[in-house]
């Protein structure tokens, strides 16, 4: 496995975050996840406001290394994520079909094409669409994580309270922000872990 050397710019910007705010009461994955979302926002609030268990990211860290599947909620995720391919069905045109036939999002549509790709155990990483959120809630995915942080004011917290209290193996945050580039951080800090020193 390769080792990853970051940029000298990245060694100063967790220099500069490790100065500001203090992470090392948290487990190692957990303040891993909570560094790179900090990082990448450059939003010190995700210290307080992320939440998970750290077996909730072992397992999903477990299921990276044994190489489950990655699927994204939409491209800009999937763009995020810089250390291993993704799946993301959100522009397949079956899921614009899907969606018109069920009156459902085509994020919602893209979430069941990827089931019946991926099927359990694969690690979900969604932070657009609430409505894959509630998706994979309501198909019961059986997931290793679901990384959930969409963010706006329509659905975004009220789709992360319900996974929180689904009890899949989460990650989320209680607020109405997140993104695309927090959830890709969020997953990059997993993909990244064992090649980095706490």
Known sequence: ???????PIEVRSFEILRSRVDLSPMPPLWRAVAERVIHASADLEYAVDLQTR???????????????????DVAMVAAGITARETLCHVNDPAAARMARAAGITR???????????VGPGAV???GCAPTALFELINRRVAPALVIGLPVGFVGAAESKEALRASGLPQLSNVSEK??????????????????ESR
Do not use: D, F, I
């Not at 750290?54 to 994204?72: I, K, N, Q, Y």
């Open 107 to 117: 994020s919602a549509a893209a979430v069941r094409l990827s089931y019946a790709e």
């Open 54 to 72: 750290e077996e909730h990211l072992e397992r999903g860290w477990a299921a990276l290394r044994s190489g489950a599947p990655l699927v994204t």
């Open 178 to 195: 997140g993104g695309s580039a927090v959830a890709a951080a969020a997953a990059n800090a997993l993909l990244y872990h064992e090649g």
């Open 124 to 126: 979900w990483v969604v």
């Open 1 to 7: 496995m390769t080792v990853r050397r970051p940029h």
